[in-house]
């Protein structure tokens, strides 16, 4: 009984570090920036389809198309921020949900045209395809690499924006723009940037989720409720929240699933359900600190 359950959770942990990583970036841009983008998951599907083309098309190893998904995505994102978003980070929060739920139609169109309704191909290294046996239980040696990348994720994340002086900058711009300019800080370059690297984030989160969850046009969809969960329950604005919210929730999806299949992926409903019963404000929400 013991391998079997060290399996299990090493595989949920695995999981909520791939939802960590998908999530992550929303958390910074809408805990941070107070923007509601729904648009993050077809930010998270452009790195996907990044890493295929390079992969597919262009014959790139797959470890060199992981800094590629970010920048691209990245440098998309800033174009959309600079022409769409900021017209409306002053706006209701109807209005930014309209728009970035329009774009993700879009970006779902776009990818069907484009690359047709099947799942996108990719090809591991050698060094990342097999498993390691311990004590009889098979850990992935792909599951221990994205494992940690999203360890070296949140220790980055947390180090910028808790101790830096970009860190600070952000946040004095979220709280009072009008006095940020008047210290001389770029509110305007500051967003961007944020913006930037928090669709980055989703970008890198979409390139390494093709060989655990697979890569199609309805991405976009159906991993936006699993990035919405995540940072509900861990709470806006907090790296460390989101980072155990993924955990709690990817390893009670894997127990779940294993340990009980008739409710299959229904356990990490009930999951949040109970989390935010007992904090309505999130693991570790604004309102907690």
């Known amino acids: 009984m013991i391998a079997p359950a060290v399996g299990v959770i090493f595989d949920g942990f695995a999981y909520g570090m791939l939802l960590f990583l998908l999530s992550v970036g929303l ?25 295929a083309t390079l992969m597919n098309a262009l014959g790139w190893p797959f470890l060199a ?18 022409t769409l978003y900021r017209r409306l980070y002053r706006a209701r929060e109807l209005d930014q949900v309209l728009l970035t739920i329009g774009l993700v139609f879009i970006s779902v169109a776009a990818a ?39 360890l070296a994720v949140t220790l980055v994340l947390v180090v910028a924006l808790e101790r830096t002086r970009f860190g600070a900058q952000v946040r004095a711009a979220v709280d009072n723009q009008r006095m940020a300019q008047g210290l001389g ?22 390139a390494l989720a093709i060989e655990i969850v697979g890569l199609d046009p309805n991405f976009a969809f ?36 294993y340990y ?19 904090r309505p404000s999130g693991l570790f929400g604004r309102s907690q600190a």
């Not at 936006?224 to 990817?250: D, E, K, N, P, T």
């Open 27 to 51: 958390s910074v841009t809408l805990g941070l920036m107070n923007f509601v983008n729904l648009a993050h998951g077809a930010f998270a599907m452009l790195g996907g389809y990044v890493t």
């Open 65 to 82: 198309t992981l800094p590629m998904a970010f920048l691209v995505t990245g440098a998309v994102s800033v174009g959309f921020e600079r």
């Open 112 to 150: 069907a045209f484009f690359y047709g309704t099947q799942q996108q191909p990719v090809r591991l290294p050698d060094d990342l395809r097999g498993y390691t046996t311990v004590l009889g239980v098979n850990f992935s040696h792909y599951r221990l690499f994205l494992i940690a990348v999203a």
């Open 185 to 206: 800080i770029n509110v305007e370059l500051v967003f961007a940037v944020t913006f930037a690297l928090g669709s980055g984030l989703a970008g890198l989160g979409g």
């Open 222 to 257: 159906t991993y936006l409720i699993y990035v919405l969960i995540v940072v509900a329950v861990g709470g806006l604005g907090s790296i460390r929240g989101s980072f155990l919210a993924a955990v709690l929730l990817g390893v009670s999806d894997a127990a779940g699933k």
């Open 260 to 278: 009980a299949p008739t409710l299959g992926s229904f356990l990490i409903y009930l999951v949040m359900i109970s989390l935010l019963l007992w």
